[in-house]
Structure formats: structure tokens, C-alpha cells
């Protein structure tokens, strides 16, 4: 006599297993609901769960938020003009109408102050975002190709770097926005932007190089090459969203790193200059007055 317990196994499946094809039956049925709507996360993913859960992440991200929205709507914040002045006013100490006082032309600094957020917040942003984008370019070209074309880039690379980064910025900047020019607000921030980018592409370049240099002969690139992928897909669908973790890192830094540079080249008159509102350009022009109108 046969078992009945053994028949009833053999011939009724389980209902957490797959049911054959054909059959109708969803494979994930018998799952709770949760392991039904649970789908494979990112890097992106895993980064924000982790993210969300740390009170520091969320205290930089207000005062993020406060800057860029300082930077944006200015008129927010402030109802003076950042620009023009009465001389009557002139280094007038700080009272509830100028919570900063006034400078030396008589304008408001507190609102100098806001106004200055925005072009030393666009000039660094977009300083960080050309760098990134020509640095990464450069060093996804150069570490898949190898070879001569990684030799020629790195070595070109290693022109740059030879460069002092103030020196450079101040060649660059006499040259095409010296005394004798007359450039207008965004022709003066678009030099600017454009001799941080050039000084700082190589560092962002070698990050990249050294990423794809260690990415690129993993076991799921070797897959897609000998899948028949082209050299686009690899780099765009594989190789770039598993490289960018240390360019993110490194442009969080270039931020304020850049907005520091640029406060620094105004403050020697080589970087922003009038009618740019910068807080580079208001600490040059006060020098003079912090001991007699502190």
C-alpha cells in the first residue's frame, strides 16, 4: 500500500513555490504583501536610507536649502539695494534699518551681504559642474582606452598640475579681465568660472582614471563586452554609475573650496569686480575701514 501522505506531496505543489509555466499562477504567490512590493534598490537607494536616518545630514541639507534659496530670491531676504548708495550714509554704524551698517558709499551691507550669496554660489556650482564634467570625460577616455590615449591625457594632465593654482588664475584673469577691460556682469563671473575649471580638471580627471582603471575588468563588464555590448552602453550603463561615488564626494568639497577661491581672487581684484555684488569684493573694499569703523 502506498502512503498517503507521500502521494499528497508528490502530487499537490506547495503554494509558496512557482507553478509551471503556462499555469497562470504568479510566482511570488503565497509572499506577504511587503516581499511582493519590495523591488532591488540602488546606490542611490541605499544612500538615502542610510542618509535619512542621521540628524546632521538633515541639519546640513536646512542650511543648504537657506543658501540656495538666499541666493535665488534674494528680495526674500532683504528690501535694500546692494547697489547703489548715498555718501551721506557713509560707514553709518549698524541700526534696525541696516542691520550691518553701511560702507563706505553709503550702501547697505547687510544686503551686499545676500545679494553677494548669488554670484559666489552660481560661480562656484558651475565651476564644480564644468570640472566634473570635463575631469570625468577625460578620465573615463583615458582609463578604458588605455594605452596612448591614456598616456597623452595623463600627461597633459600633468601640465596642468605643474601650474600653481593662484599664479594661473592670475595670469588667466589679468589677461582676458585686467584693468583695461570693460566686460560686462556675466562676462566677468563666465572668466571666473572658466579659470577654476581649467586649474582643476586634472585632479577630478586622475579620480576617475583610477575608478574605471579598477571597475572596468570586473566580471559584469566582461558579461556586456562578451555580450556583444558597444563601448557607449559599457561606459554609460555600467561603468559611469559605478565610478561617480568618488567625483560626488570630491564636488561637495570643490563647492566651497571654489567659493573660497573666488572670495580669494576678488579680494586680490583679479577675480569679480563691480557691478558684481560678491562677498570677495566686500571684504577687499572694507579692509581699509575695519579699524576705524569695525
Same mark, same amino acid.
Given at each position: 500500500?502506498?502512503?498517503?501522505?507521500t502521494?499528497?506531496i508528490?502530487?499537490?505543489?506547495?503554494?509558496?513555490?512557482?507553478?509551471?509555466a503556462?499555469?497562470?499562477?504568479p510566482t511570488?504567490a503565497?509572499?506577504p504583501?511587503?516581499?511582493?512590493q519590495?523591488k532591488?534598490?540602488? $546606490?542611490?537607494?541605499?544612500?538615502?536610507?542610510?542618509l535619512?536616518?542621521?540628524?546632521?545630514?538633515?541639519?546640513?541639507a536646512?542650511?543648504?536649502?537657506?543658501f540656495?534659496?538666499m541666493?535665488?530670491?534674494p528680495?526674500?531676504?532683504?528690501?535694500?539695494d546692494?547697489?547703489?548708495?548715498?555718501l551721506?550714509?557713509?560707514?553709518?554704524?549698524?541700526?534696525?534699518?541696516?542691520?550691518f551698517?553701511?560702507?563706505?558709499?553709503?550702501?547697505?551691507?547687510?544686503?551686499?551681504t545676500?545679494?553677494?550669496?548669488?554670484?559666489?554660489?552660481?560661480?562656484?556650482?558651475?565651476?564644480?559642474?564644468?570640472?566634473?564634467?570635463?575631469?570625468g570625460? +577625460?578620465?573615463?577616455?583615458?582609463?578604458y582606452?588605455? /594605452?596612448w590615449?591614456?598616456a597623452?591625457?595623463?600627461?597633459?594632465?600633468?601640465?596642468?598640475f605643474?601650474?600653481?593654482?593662484v599664479?594661473?588664475?592670475?595670469?588667466?584673469?589679468?589677461?582676458?579681465?585686467?584693468? /583695461?577691460?570693460d566686460?560686462?556682469?556675466?562676462?566677468i563671473?563666465?572668466?571666473?568660472?572658466?579659470? $577654476?575649471?581649467?586649474l582643476?580638471?586634472?585632479?577630478? +580627471?586622475?579620480? +576617475?582614471?583610477s575608478?574605471?582603471?579598477?571597475?572596468?575588468?570586473?566580471?559584469y563588464?566582461?558579461?556586456?563586452?562578451?555580450?556583444?555590448?558597444?563601448?557607449?552602453?559599457?561606459?554609460?550603463?555600467?561603468?559611469?554609475?559605478?565610478?561617480?561615488?568618488?567625483l560626488?564626494? *570630491?564636488?561637495?568639497?570643490?563647492?566651497?573650496?571654489?567659493?573660497?577661491?573666488?572670495?580669494?581672487?576678488?579680494?586680490?581684484?583679479?577675480?569679480?569686480?563691480?557691478?558684481?555684488?560678491?562677498?570677495?569684493? +566686500?571684504i577687499?573694499e572694507?579692509?581699509? *575701514?575695519?579699524?576705524?569703523?569695525?
Amino acid at each position: 500500500m502506498s502512503d498517503p501522505s507521500t502521494a499528497s506531496i508528490v502530487s499537490t505543489p506547495p503554494a509558496t513555490m512557482p507553478t509551471e509555466a503556462g499555469s497562470g499562477a504568479p510566482t511570488n504567490a503565497g509572499l506577504p504583501e511587503s516581499a511582493k512590493q519590495q523591488k532591488p534598490r540602488g $546606490l542611490l537607494g541605499d544612500a538615502w536610507i542610510d542618509l535619512r536616518r542621521k540628524p546632521l545630514f538633515w541639519i546640513s541639507a536646512a542650511f543648504i536649502v537657506f543658501f540656495l534659496v538666499m541666493a535665488a530670491f534674494p528680495s526674500l531676504f532683504t528690501s535694500g539695494d546692494a547697489v547703489n548708495g548715498a555718501l551721506e550714509r557713509s560707514r553709518v554704524e549698524p541700526s534696525s534699518s541696516a542691520w550691518f551698517g553701511y560702507d563706505v558709499q553709503g550702501r547697505d551691507v547687510y544686503a551686499r551681504t545676500i545679494y553677494g550669496a548669488r554670484a559666489s554660489i552660481v560661480v562656484a556650482v558651475v565651476s564644480t559642474l564644468l570640472t566634473l564634467l570635463v575631469g570625468g570625460a +577625460m578620465g573615463i577616455i583615458a582609463g578604458y582606452r588605455g /594605452g596612448w590615449v591614456d598616456a597623452l591625457l595623463s600627461r597633459v594632465a600633468d601640465i596642468f598640475f605643474g601650474l600653481p593654482f593662484v599664479l594661473g588664475a592670475i595670469v588667466i584673469l589679468t589677461t582676458f579681465n585686467g584693468s /583695461g577691460t570693460d566686460n560686462g556682469e556675466w562676462t566677468i563671473m563666465g572668466l571666473v568660472i572658466l579659470s $577654476l575649471s581649467v586649474l582643476s580638471w586634472p585632479v577630478v +580627471m586622475r579620480l +576617475m582614471r583610477s575608478s574605471v582603471l579598477a571597475t572596468k575588468e570586473a566580471d559584469y563588464i566582461v558579461a556586456a563586452r562578451a555580450l556583444g555590448a558597444g563601448t557607449g552602453r559599457i561606459i554609460l550603463k555600467h561603468l559611469l554609475p559605478n565610478c561617480l561615488a568618488p567625483l560626488l564626494v *570630491y564636488g561637495t568639497i570643490m563647492v566651497g573650496s571654489f567659493i573660497g577661491a573666488e572670495a580669494t581672487l576678488s579680494f586680490l581684484g583679479i577675480g569679480l569686480k563691480s557691478p558684481v555684488v560678491s562677498w570677495g569684493i +566686500m571684504i577687499s573694499e572694507a579692509q581699509n *575701514y575695519i579699524r576705524v569703523s569695525p
